[in-house]
Protein backbone atom coordinates (compact mmCIF):
# COMPACT_ATOMS: atom_id res chain seq x y z
CA UNK A 1 0.00 0.00 0.00
CA UNK A 2 1.52 3.29 -0.84
CA UNK A 3 0.60 6.62 1.23
CA UNK A 4 0.77 9.85 -0.39
CA UNK A 5 3.31 12.41 0.53
CA UNK A 6 1.04 14.20 2.80
CA UNK A 7 -1.13 11.75 4.43
CA UNK A 8 -4.32 12.66 5.88
CA UNK A 9 -3.82 13.74 9.73
CA UNK A 10 -6.73 11.87 10.98
CA UNK A 11 -7.51 12.41 14.45
CA UNK A 12 -10.26 10.80 16.28
CA UNK A 13 -10.35 12.39 19.81
CA UNK A 14 -12.81 10.93 21.89
CA UNK A 15 -11.24 12.71 25.39
CA UNK A 16 -12.91 9.51 27.06
CA UNK A 17 -15.98 9.43 25.82
CA UNK A 18 -18.36 6.31 24.82
CA UNK A 19 -20.54 8.59 22.50
CA UNK A 20 -19.57 9.10 18.87
CA UNK A 21 -16.04 10.87 18.55
CA UNK A 22 -15.76 14.87 17.46
CA UNK A 23 -13.07 15.95 15.02
CA UNK A 24 -10.14 17.46 16.71
CA UNK A 25 -7.04 19.51 16.40
CA UNK A 26 -7.02 18.90 12.22
CA UNK A 27 -4.67 20.38 10.27
CA UNK A 28 -6.67 22.53 8.01
CA UNK A 29 -10.02 23.03 6.93
CA UNK A 30 -10.06 20.52 3.64
CA UNK A 31 -9.24 17.60 5.86
CA UNK A 32 -11.86 18.76 8.31
CA UNK A 33 -14.60 18.38 5.76
CA UNK A 34 -12.99 15.57 3.88
CA UNK A 35 -13.26 13.51 7.41
CA UNK A 36 -16.30 14.97 8.17
CA UNK A 37 -17.30 13.22 5.36
CA UNK A 38 -16.33 10.23 5.98
CA UNK A 39 -17.90 10.34 9.31
CA UNK A 40 -21.56 11.08 7.78
CA UNK A 41 -20.78 8.10 5.27
CA UNK A 42 -19.23 5.74 7.94
CA UNK A 43 -22.70 6.16 9.86
CA UNK A 44 -24.67 5.80 7.11
CA UNK A 45 -23.21 2.38 5.27
CA UNK A 46 -22.49 0.95 8.87
CA UNK A 47 -18.66 0.63 7.72
CA UNK A 48 -17.14 2.08 10.93
CA UNK A 49 -14.35 -0.70 10.80
CA UNK A 50 -13.36 0.32 7.08
CA UNK A 51 -12.96 3.86 8.34
CA UNK A 52 -11.07 3.35 11.62
CA UNK A 53 -8.44 1.00 9.79
CA UNK A 54 -7.72 3.66 7.56
CA UNK A 55 -7.59 6.32 10.33
CA UNK A 56 -5.53 3.92 12.16
CA UNK A 57 -2.94 3.04 9.00
CA UNK A 58 -2.27 6.80 8.41
CA UNK A 59 -2.20 7.89 11.99
CA UNK A 60 0.68 4.42 12.46
CA UNK A 61 2.61 6.05 9.98
CA UNK A 62 3.04 9.41 11.07
CA UNK A 63 3.15 8.30 14.91
CA UNK A 64 6.37 6.38 13.72
CA UNK A 65 7.88 9.39 12.69
CA UNK A 66 7.64 11.37 15.71
CA UNK A 67 8.88 8.54 17.83
CA UNK A 68 12.38 9.14 16.18
CA UNK A 69 11.75 13.19 15.99
CA UNK A 70 13.76 15.86 17.96
CA UNK A 71 14.18 19.29 17.79
CA UNK A 72 15.75 20.79 14.06
CA UNK A 73 18.05 23.32 13.38
CA UNK A 74 15.51 25.63 11.89
CA UNK A 75 13.18 25.47 15.18
CA UNK A 76 15.94 26.32 17.27
CA UNK A 77 16.65 29.21 14.63
CA UNK A 78 13.77 30.49 14.87
CA UNK A 79 13.25 30.75 18.74
CA UNK A 80 17.08 31.57 19.67
CA UNK A 81 17.14 34.26 17.29
CA UNK A 82 19.17 37.51 18.81
CA UNK A 83 15.87 39.90 18.08
CA UNK A 84 13.60 37.60 19.64
CA UNK A 85 15.59 36.69 22.78
CA UNK A 86 16.27 40.67 23.16
CA UNK A 87 12.07 41.31 22.54
CA UNK A 88 11.53 38.36 25.25
CA UNK A 89 13.46 39.72 27.82
CA UNK A 90 12.59 43.23 27.42
CA UNK A 91 9.13 42.05 27.77
CA UNK A 92 9.54 40.70 30.97
CA UNK A 93 11.53 43.20 32.45
CA UNK A 94 8.92 45.84 31.28
CA UNK A 95 5.60 43.74 32.64
CA UNK A 96 6.39 41.45 34.98
CA UNK A 97 9.46 43.78 37.32
CA UNK A 98 9.91 46.99 38.79
CA UNK A 99 11.08 49.14 41.24
CA UNK A 100 10.19 48.95 44.55
CA UNK A 101 11.35 51.39 47.65
CA UNK A 102 11.17 49.92 51.22
CA UNK A 103 10.20 52.40 53.69
CA UNK A 104 10.81 51.12 57.41
CA UNK A 105 8.41 53.06 59.17
CA UNK A 106 7.76 53.56 63.56
CA UNK A 107 4.19 54.89 64.91
CA UNK A 108 5.14 58.56 66.20
CA UNK A 109 1.18 59.31 67.92
CA UNK A 110 -1.92 57.89 66.77
CA UNK A 111 -1.47 59.30 63.22
CA UNK A 112 2.14 60.01 62.65
CA UNK A 113 4.98 58.17 61.30
CA UNK A 114 8.78 58.10 61.42
CA UNK A 115 11.63 56.94 59.49
CA UNK A 116 13.05 53.56 61.42
CA UNK A 117 16.32 52.66 61.30
CA UNK A 118 17.21 48.54 60.27
CA UNK A 119 19.81 46.32 59.43
CA UNK A 120 20.37 43.10 57.74
CA UNK A 121 17.62 43.19 55.60
CA UNK A 122 17.11 40.81 53.08
CA UNK A 123 13.96 40.20 50.90
CA UNK A 124 13.23 37.30 49.10
CA UNK A 125 10.40 36.60 46.69
CA UNK A 126 7.69 34.28 48.09
CA UNK A 127 4.84 34.17 45.57
CA UNK A 128 4.64 35.61 41.96
CA UNK A 129 1.29 38.00 41.37
CA UNK A 130 1.63 35.87 37.21
CA UNK A 131 -0.47 32.98 38.27
CA UNK A 132 2.04 29.85 36.93
CA UNK A 133 -0.73 27.13 37.34
CA UNK A 134 -1.79 23.28 36.89
CA UNK A 135 -5.37 21.16 37.08
CA UNK A 136 -5.41 19.62 40.57
CA UNK A 137 -8.07 16.89 39.51
CA UNK A 138 -5.12 14.49 41.65
CA UNK A 139 -5.48 15.73 44.39
CA UNK A 140 -6.84 12.89 46.26
CA UNK A 141 -6.45 10.68 43.05
CA UNK A 142 -3.42 7.84 44.66
CA UNK A 143 -4.90 4.97 45.71
CA UNK A 144 -4.45 2.04 47.74
CA UNK A 145 -5.08 -1.18 46.43
CA UNK A 146 -8.26 -1.44 48.65
CA UNK A 147 -9.37 2.10 47.10
CA UNK A 148 -8.23 3.90 50.13
CA UNK A 149 -5.94 7.17 49.55
CA UNK A 150 -2.61 6.54 49.49
CA UNK A 151 -1.69 9.31 52.06
CA UNK A 152 2.12 9.40 50.54
CA UNK A 153 2.17 9.17 47.31
CA UNK A 154 -1.04 12.08 47.59
CA UNK A 155 1.52 14.59 49.73
CA UNK A 156 4.11 13.95 47.46
CA UNK A 157 1.92 15.29 44.76
CA UNK A 158 0.70 18.05 46.71
CA UNK A 159 4.35 19.15 47.15
CA UNK A 160 5.38 18.46 43.46
CA UNK A 161 2.83 20.86 42.58
CA UNK A 162 3.59 23.79 44.80
CA UNK A 163 7.07 23.71 44.63
CA UNK A 164 6.47 25.63 41.20
CA UNK A 165 3.05 26.24 40.67
CA UNK A 166 0.91 29.23 42.92
CA UNK A 167 -1.98 28.34 40.80
CA UNK A 168 -4.65 25.65 40.77
CA UNK A 169 -7.58 24.50 38.14
CA UNK A 170 -10.18 22.90 40.10
CA UNK A 171 -12.57 20.44 39.14
CA UNK A 172 -16.40 21.52 38.78
CA UNK A 173 -17.39 19.50 36.12
CA UNK A 174 -21.13 19.27 36.05
CA UNK A 175 -21.91 15.50 36.12
CA UNK A 176 -19.54 14.94 38.67
CA UNK A 177 -19.94 17.81 40.56
CA UNK A 178 -23.63 17.26 40.71
CA UNK A 179 -23.98 13.54 39.28
CA UNK A 180 -27.67 13.40 40.34
CA UNK A 181 -30.19 16.41 40.59
CA UNK A 182 -30.12 18.42 43.45
CA UNK A 183 -27.26 15.83 44.87
CA UNK A 184 -23.97 18.36 45.02
CA UNK A 185 -20.38 16.11 45.80
CA UNK A 186 -19.32 19.37 47.57
CA UNK A 187 -18.09 17.31 51.13
CA UNK A 188 -14.77 15.94 51.37
CA UNK A 189 -16.98 12.32 52.57
CA UNK A 190 -18.96 12.30 48.87
CA UNK A 191 -18.57 9.67 46.72
CA UNK A 192 -14.90 9.11 45.65
CA UNK A 193 -14.83 9.82 41.44
CA UNK A 194 -11.33 9.47 39.61
CA UNK A 195 -9.94 13.15 38.71
CA UNK A 196 -12.57 14.57 40.39
CA UNK A 197 -12.15 16.03 43.73
CA UNK A 198 -14.86 17.09 46.06
CA UNK A 199 -15.31 20.65 46.08
CA UNK A 200 -13.90 21.17 49.75
CA UNK A 201 -11.29 18.87 49.17
CA UNK A 202 -10.05 21.20 46.30
CA UNK A 203 -10.48 23.86 48.71
CA UNK A 204 -8.39 22.40 51.28
CA UNK A 205 -5.70 21.46 49.08
CA UNK A 206 -5.48 25.06 47.69
CA UNK A 207 -5.52 26.35 51.23
CA UNK A 208 -2.58 23.91 52.16
CA UNK A 209 -0.55 25.22 49.95
CA UNK A 210 -1.53 28.70 49.66
CA UNK A 211 -3.06 28.68 45.76
CA UNK A 212 -5.06 30.89 44.23
CA UNK A 213 -8.00 28.74 43.17
CA UNK A 214 -9.81 28.46 39.95
CA UNK A 215 -12.94 26.88 38.84
CA UNK A 216 -13.20 24.80 35.96
CA UNK A 217 -16.04 24.82 34.48
CA UNK A 218 -19.42 26.10 34.73
CA UNK A 219 -21.13 25.55 31.70
CA UNK A 220 -19.63 23.09 28.44
CA UNK A 221 -22.45 22.75 26.23
CA UNK A 222 -20.50 21.62 23.33
CA UNK A 223 -19.36 18.36 25.16
CA UNK A 224 -22.37 15.55 26.03
CA UNK A 225 -19.37 13.44 27.64
CA UNK A 226 -17.47 15.69 29.74
CA UNK A 227 -19.87 18.77 30.29
CA UNK A 228 -23.66 17.47 31.05
CA UNK A 229 -24.81 14.85 33.48
CA UNK A 230 -27.27 12.20 31.69
CA UNK A 231 -30.02 13.05 34.16
CA UNK A 232 -30.34 16.46 32.71
CA UNK A 233 -29.98 15.76 28.78
CA UNK A 234 -32.20 12.66 29.03
CA UNK A 235 -35.00 14.62 28.39
CA UNK A 236 -34.13 16.51 25.84
CA UNK A 237 -36.08 19.41 27.36
CA UNK A 238 -34.16 22.78 26.67
CA UNK A 239 -35.82 24.47 29.71
CA UNK A 240 -35.66 21.96 31.99
CA UNK A 241 -31.69 21.49 31.05
CA UNK A 242 -31.06 25.69 31.37
CA UNK A 243 -32.71 25.69 34.74
CA UNK A 244 -30.56 22.98 35.72
CA UNK A 245 -27.76 24.40 35.03
CA UNK A 246 -28.17 27.79 36.12
CA UNK A 247 -29.34 26.52 39.33
CA UNK A 248 -26.07 24.17 39.39
CA UNK A 249 -23.89 27.68 38.83
CA UNK A 250 -25.78 29.19 41.45
CA UNK A 251 -25.11 26.53 44.30
CA UNK A 252 -21.42 26.09 43.34
CA UNK A 253 -21.37 30.30 43.57
CA UNK A 254 -23.24 30.65 46.98
CA UNK A 255 -20.51 27.57 48.82
CA UNK A 256 -17.15 28.61 47.06
CA UNK A 257 -17.75 32.54 45.54
CA UNK A 258 -15.68 34.03 48.42
CA UNK A 259 -12.99 31.54 48.18
CA UNK A 260 -12.28 30.84 44.44
CA UNK A 261 -12.40 34.07 43.02
CA UNK A 262 -11.36 32.67 39.18
CA UNK A 263 -14.05 30.77 37.05
CA UNK A 264 -13.99 29.26 33.50
CA UNK A 265 -17.79 29.69 32.98
CA UNK A 266 -17.93 28.67 29.39
CA UNK A 267 -15.89 26.06 28.06
CA UNK A 268 -15.15 25.37 24.66
CA UNK A 269 -18.03 26.81 22.75
CA UNK A 270 -16.04 28.56 19.54
CA UNK A 271 -14.42 24.93 17.35
CA UNK A 272 -17.12 21.73 17.90
CA UNK A 273 -19.77 20.20 19.18
CA UNK A 274 -21.01 16.47 20.22
CA UNK A 275 -24.22 15.77 18.69
CA UNK A 276 -25.72 14.44 21.62
CA UNK A 277 -24.78 18.13 23.51
CA UNK A 278 -27.62 19.96 24.89
CA UNK A 279 -27.77 23.78 24.45
CA UNK A 280 -30.17 26.89 24.88
CA UNK A 281 -30.86 29.68 23.02
CA UNK A 282 -28.09 32.26 23.40
CA UNK A 283 -26.54 29.81 26.17
CA UNK A 284 -22.93 31.75 26.24
CA UNK A 285 -24.42 34.83 27.06
CA UNK A 286 -27.08 33.92 29.22
CA UNK A 287 -24.47 31.94 31.51
CA UNK A 288 -21.89 34.87 31.65
CA UNK A 289 -24.51 36.69 33.08
CA UNK A 290 -26.05 34.54 35.62
CA UNK A 291 -22.36 34.01 36.68
CA UNK A 292 -22.16 38.23 37.13
CA UNK A 293 -25.78 38.05 39.30
CA UNK A 294 -24.68 35.27 41.02
CA UNK A 295 -21.14 35.42 42.17
CA UNK A 296 -19.33 38.55 44.22
CA UNK A 297 -17.88 41.53 41.87
CA UNK A 298 -14.24 40.76 42.60
CA UNK A 299 -14.61 37.32 40.87
CA UNK A 300 -13.18 37.00 37.50
CA UNK A 301 -15.15 35.41 34.77
CA UNK A 302 -13.61 33.54 32.01
CA UNK A 303 -14.59 32.55 28.46
CA UNK A 304 -11.66 29.48 27.63
CA UNK A 305 -11.63 28.58 24.06
CA UNK A 306 -9.27 25.65 22.59
CA UNK A 307 -5.84 26.21 20.94
CA UNK A 308 -8.34 26.88 17.72
CA UNK A 309 -8.34 30.15 18.81
CA UNK A 310 -4.59 30.73 17.83
CA UNK A 311 -5.14 29.51 14.45
CA UNK A 312 -8.31 31.43 14.37
CA UNK A 313 -6.78 35.03 14.85
CA UNK A 314 -3.97 34.04 12.43
CA UNK A 315 -6.27 32.67 9.37
CA UNK A 316 -10.06 34.59 10.22
CA UNK A 317 -8.70 37.59 11.72
CA UNK A 318 -12.03 39.09 12.93
CA UNK A 319 -14.05 36.71 11.42
CA UNK A 320 -12.90 34.25 14.36
CA UNK A 321 -15.36 32.41 16.02
CA UNK A 322 -14.30 33.39 19.48
CA UNK A 323 -12.92 36.50 18.57
CA UNK A 324 -16.81 36.97 17.64
CA UNK A 325 -18.13 35.82 20.48
CA UNK A 326 -15.99 37.88 22.68
CA UNK A 327 -17.04 40.70 21.12
CA UNK A 328 -20.63 39.79 21.06
CA UNK A 329 -20.47 39.48 25.07
CA UNK A 330 -18.81 42.56 25.57
CA UNK A 331 -21.53 44.36 23.07
CA UNK A 332 -24.19 42.84 25.15
CA UNK A 333 -22.44 44.18 28.67
CA UNK A 334 -21.72 40.71 29.74
CA UNK A 335 -18.89 40.40 32.22
CA UNK A 336 -16.01 38.87 30.80
CA UNK A 337 -13.03 39.60 33.08
CA UNK A 338 -10.46 37.75 30.84
CA UNK A 339 -10.04 35.45 27.82
CA UNK A 340 -8.71 31.89 27.99
CA UNK A 341 -6.89 30.21 25.75
CA UNK A 342 -5.65 26.53 25.49
CA UNK A 343 -2.67 24.23 24.45
CA UNK A 344 -2.95 20.59 23.63
CA UNK A 345 -0.61 19.17 21.12
CA UNK A 346 -2.93 16.10 20.43
CA UNK A 347 -1.87 15.40 16.82
CA UNK A 348 1.13 13.63 15.73
CA UNK A 349 1.22 15.67 12.41
CA UNK A 350 1.05 18.97 14.40
CA UNK A 351 3.66 17.81 16.50
CA UNK A 352 6.01 16.41 14.03
CA UNK A 353 5.69 19.57 12.26
CA UNK A 354 6.14 22.01 15.16
CA UNK A 355 9.90 20.20 15.82
CA UNK A 356 10.70 20.42 12.10
CA UNK A 357 9.81 24.21 11.90
CA UNK A 358 7.27 24.17 9.90
CA UNK A 359 4.23 26.03 12.12
CA UNK A 360 3.81 27.92 15.08
CA UNK A 361 6.87 29.66 15.03
CA UNK A 362 7.41 33.09 17.36
CA UNK A 363 5.43 35.15 15.12
CA UNK A 364 2.63 33.04 15.60
CA UNK A 365 1.81 33.43 18.98
CA UNK A 366 2.74 36.67 19.25
CA UNK A 367 0.75 37.83 16.31
CA UNK A 368 -2.31 36.14 18.53
CA UNK A 369 -1.71 37.43 21.62
CA UNK A 370 -1.24 40.84 20.28
CA UNK A 371 -4.36 39.78 18.37
CA UNK A 372 -6.84 39.01 21.21
CA UNK A 373 -5.29 41.81 23.49
CA UNK A 374 -7.37 44.61 21.11
CA UNK A 375 -10.44 43.45 23.33
CA UNK A 376 -8.60 45.10 25.91
CA UNK A 377 -9.13 41.92 28.60
CA UNK A 378 -6.49 39.78 30.26
CA UNK A 379 -5.31 36.71 28.41
CA UNK A 380 -4.80 33.18 30.32
CA UNK A 381 -3.11 30.31 28.86
CA UNK A 382 -5.33 28.12 30.29
CA UNK A 383 -4.79 24.45 29.75
CA UNK A 384 -1.30 23.08 28.20
CA UNK A 385 -0.12 19.58 27.00
CA UNK A 386 3.38 19.19 24.99
CA UNK A 387 3.84 15.73 24.16
CA UNK A 388 7.28 13.81 25.51
CA UNK A 389 6.66 10.32 23.98
CA UNK A 390 9.87 9.09 21.60
CA UNK A 391 13.39 8.90 21.73
CA UNK A 392 14.18 12.53 22.26
CA UNK A 393 10.97 13.05 23.91
CA UNK A 394 11.87 14.55 27.35
CA UNK A 395 14.54 17.42 24.90
CA UNK A 396 11.72 18.06 23.16
CA UNK A 397 9.12 18.91 25.63
CA UNK A 398 11.81 21.00 27.54
CA UNK A 399 12.83 23.02 25.04
CA UNK A 400 9.44 23.48 23.87
CA UNK A 401 8.05 24.67 27.24
CA UNK A 402 11.04 26.61 27.83
CA UNK A 403 10.32 28.88 24.58
CA UNK A 404 6.58 29.21 24.86
CA UNK A 405 6.25 30.38 29.21
CA UNK A 406 9.08 32.76 27.79
CA UNK A 407 7.59 34.46 25.52
CA UNK A 408 4.01 34.26 27.03
CA UNK A 409 5.44 35.19 30.91
CA UNK A 410 6.80 38.18 28.61
CA UNK A 411 3.68 39.30 26.45
CA UNK A 412 1.87 42.33 28.50
CA UNK A 413 -1.52 40.76 28.09
CA UNK A 414 -1.16 37.58 29.31
CA UNK A 415 -1.34 37.00 33.53
CA UNK A 416 -1.57 33.36 33.87
CA UNK A 417 -0.26 30.10 32.10
CA UNK A 418 -1.64 26.44 33.49
CA UNK A 419 0.09 23.34 32.76
CA UNK A 420 -2.70 20.61 32.32
CA UNK A 421 -1.34 17.16 33.76
CA UNK A 422 0.96 17.47 36.91
CA UNK A 423 1.90 13.20 36.60
CA UNK A 424 2.16 10.98 33.65
CA UNK A 425 -0.67 7.61 33.20
CA UNK A 426 -2.99 10.13 34.84
CA UNK A 427 -4.41 12.01 31.72
CA UNK A 428 -7.69 11.51 30.56
CA UNK A 429 -8.75 8.69 29.28
CA UNK A 430 -7.36 8.72 25.45
CA UNK A 431 -4.69 11.04 26.39
CA UNK A 432 -1.88 9.38 27.99
CA UNK A 433 -0.33 8.10 24.85
CA UNK A 434 1.42 11.99 24.45
CA UNK A 435 3.22 11.64 27.74
CA UNK A 436 2.21 15.50 28.32
CA UNK A 437 3.16 15.29 32.53
CA UNK A 438 5.79 17.29 33.90
CA UNK A 439 6.99 14.53 36.53
CA UNK A 440 7.14 10.55 35.72
CA UNK A 441 4.56 7.81 37.51
CA UNK A 442 7.22 7.89 40.54
CA UNK A 443 7.10 11.77 40.83
CA UNK A 444 10.81 11.70 39.43
CA UNK A 445 10.98 15.28 37.49
CA UNK A 446 11.53 15.17 33.82
CA UNK A 447 13.67 17.64 32.01
CA UNK A 448 10.73 20.00 31.72
CA UNK A 449 9.86 20.16 35.18
CA UNK A 450 13.21 20.87 35.58
CA UNK A 451 13.17 23.48 33.05
CA UNK A 452 10.22 25.19 34.54
CA UNK A 453 11.74 24.97 38.09
CA UNK A 454 14.53 26.74 37.15
CA UNK A 455 12.34 29.65 35.26
CA UNK A 456 9.84 29.87 38.23
CA UNK A 457 12.33 29.50 41.02
CA UNK A 458 16.02 31.00 39.66
CA UNK A 459 15.31 33.10 36.40
CA UNK A 460 12.38 34.60 37.27
CA UNK A 461 13.16 34.97 41.12
CA UNK A 462 14.56 38.29 43.38
CA UNK A 463 16.44 37.79 46.24
CA UNK A 464 18.30 40.66 47.81
CA UNK A 465 20.29 41.34 50.39
CA UNK A 466 21.60 45.08 52.41
CA UNK A 467 24.79 45.38 54.48
CA UNK A 468 23.95 48.63 55.72
CA UNK A 469 21.54 50.02 58.21
CA UNK A 470 18.76 52.34 56.66
CA UNK A 471 15.02 52.87 56.21
CA UNK A 472 15.50 53.01 53.10
CA UNK A 473 15.88 50.24 50.52
CA UNK A 474 15.66 50.13 46.73
CA UNK A 475 15.86 47.24 44.72
CA UNK A 476 14.30 46.16 41.03
CA UNK A 477 12.35 42.31 41.46
CA UNK A 478 8.99 40.53 40.10
CA UNK A 479 5.92 41.68 40.84
CA UNK A 480 4.45 39.19 44.21
CA UNK A 481 4.38 39.09 48.09
CA UNK A 482 7.95 39.13 49.89
CA UNK A 483 9.41 37.99 52.99
CA UNK A 484 11.26 40.74 54.26
CA UNK A 485 13.30 40.17 57.17
CA UNK A 486 15.44 42.10 59.03
CA UNK A 487 16.82 43.18 62.14
CA UNK A 488 15.22 46.11 64.48
CA UNK A 489 17.04 46.77 68.18
CA UNK A 490 18.91 43.83 68.55
CA UNK A 491 16.34 41.32 67.38
CA UNK A 492 15.44 39.79 63.96
CA UNK A 493 12.10 40.26 62.88
CA UNK A 494 9.85 38.99 59.56
CA UNK A 495 6.70 39.93 57.31
CA UNK A 496 5.13 39.41 54.53
CA UNK A 497 4.91 42.40 51.87
CA UNK A 498 3.00 42.16 48.80
CA UNK A 499 4.97 44.41 45.99
CA UNK A 500 2.31 44.49 43.33
CA UNK A 501 2.10 46.59 39.86
CA UNK A 502 1.31 50.16 40.70
CA UNK A 503 3.21 50.00 43.54
CA UNK A 504 6.90 51.55 43.98
CA UNK A 505 7.31 53.08 47.75
CA UNK A 506 6.04 50.55 49.91
CA UNK A 507 5.42 51.44 54.05
CA UNK A 508 7.08 48.27 56.29
CA UNK A 509 5.35 49.23 59.83
CA UNK A 510 7.53 48.39 62.38
CA UNK A 511 7.61 48.81 66.31
Known sequence: ?????????????????????????????????????????????????????????????????????????????????????????????????????LKFRTPNGPWTYDDKKVSNVKVELVKHDFLFGCNAFLIDGFRNADGTKNEQECDKYGETFAKIFNFATLSFYWPEIEPRENYWRFAKDSEYIYRRPAGDTSVEFCKKYGLTAKGHCLVWNVNKCHGQPDWAVEARDAQFYKKSQLRNMREIAKRYGDFIKIWDVVNESGSYRNEPAMQYDDYIYQAFKEAERVFPGDVVLINNETDQAFSQAIKDDYTGRFFQTNNYLIAKGAKLDAIGIQYHVFSEKRWQDILDGKIEQPEFFLSALDFFAKQKRPIHITEITIPSMGEHGEDNQAFWIEKLYSLWFSHPSVEAITWWNLVDGTAASGEDKWKGGLVNRDFSPKKAYKVLDNLINEKWHTSVSFDEEGSNFHFRGFYGTYKVTYTIDGKTESQLVRLSKGTRVRPVFVK
Open 1 to 101: MQFAKNPLPVAFFSRGCNQKSHIYHLDNIQNRNIISSMKKYMDMMDIKPIIFTLAALFSTAVFADVQTAKVSDKLKAAWDSPALREQIDAGIKANRMSDFI
